[in-house]
């Protein structure tokens, strides 16, 4: 025979069982858009490398184009050397030819360290794209289980409530109303075990005669915080 003690320590494990179950439900979809936001910023990390790799081969063509013209005019310079007439003429050109040495031997160093740029990063990239891979795999995984896991949920509270509805109706008449006033109130928490002397939710400690009332199954309430007492299992 269920006394009202050990109906209201069920009710408050059925309540609180059916507490965690809809906060995972709740959470369900907050999870999903988090995996969705993990891939969309392996994806932005990628993408930021894949541009600056491509930034820097822009830079080395650049380099390049700019290179070529130079030697270009040297050659130039270095044929009209041929067919020069004065000495002021020729001085021009050899200071002109020298500056354009100068400019080649710098653009070179340059392109040098662009390469060298490009190389590191391009090195970074594989990793980078597997990283991605990796986090796209373990979102489908997890989406392709979310339908699953939020039925089984959906089942388990639905049971849980159903189980609770039966016993709810075991509760003695003269409990029911404070009962149900209470739950409005204050839901699951609305229950509380003795622990030791000690209110589980307010830490109070229990009156000797309210201890006395709830070995004898009688309805008592916390005198600190109101809460409905129980005795845990024994
Ligand atoms: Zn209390």
């Given at each position: 025979m269920s006394t009202p003690?050990?109906?209201?320590?069920?009710?408050?494990?059925?309540?609180?069982?059916?507490?965690?179950l809809s906060t995972r439900i709740d959470q369900g979809p907050k999870?999903?858009?988090?995996?969705?936001?993990?891939?969309?910023?392996?994806?932005?990390?990628?993408?930021q490398?894949?541009?600056e790799l491509k930034q820097s081969k822009v830079k080395a063509h650049a380099k390049e184009v700019s290179l070529k013209s130079i030697d270009e005019q040297i050659k130039k310079y270095e044929k009209q050397l041929n067919d020069i007439m004065s000495k002021k003429e020729y001085?021009?050109?050899?200071?002109?030819?020298?500056?354009?040495r100068d400019k080649v031997a710098k653009i070179e160093d340059e392109i040098l360290a662009v390469l060298t740029e490009i190389e590191e990063r391009a090195a970074k990239l594989p990793e980078l794209e597997k990283n991605l891979k990796d986090t796209k795999a373990q979102a489908e995984q997890l989406a392709r289980d979310y339908e699953t896991r939020m039925?089984?949920?959906a089942n388990q509270h639905?049971?849980?409530?159903?189980r609770l509805a039966e016993v709810e109706?075991?509760?003695?008449e003269d409990i029911k109303a404070p009962y149900d006033r209470l739950i409005r109130v204050m839901g699951e928490d609305a229950l509380a075990a003795v622990e030791g002397n000690v209110c589980a939710s307010c830490y109070t400690e229990i009156t000797p005669q309210n201890q006395t009332e709830l070995r004898r199954s009688l309805f008592v309430l916390c005198k600190s915080c109101g809460r409905m007492l129980y005795l845990p299992e024994s």
């Open positions: 003690g050990t109906i209201l320590r069920e009710i408050h494990r059925l309540r609180k069982n059916a507490k965690d999870q999903q858009q988090l995996q969705k936001d993990k891939v969309a910023r392996q994806e932005q990390i990628l993408k490398a894949q541009d001085d021009a050109l050899k200071h002109e030819l020298s500056h354009s039925a089984d949920l639905k049971e849980v409530t159903a109706k075991t509760l003695p």
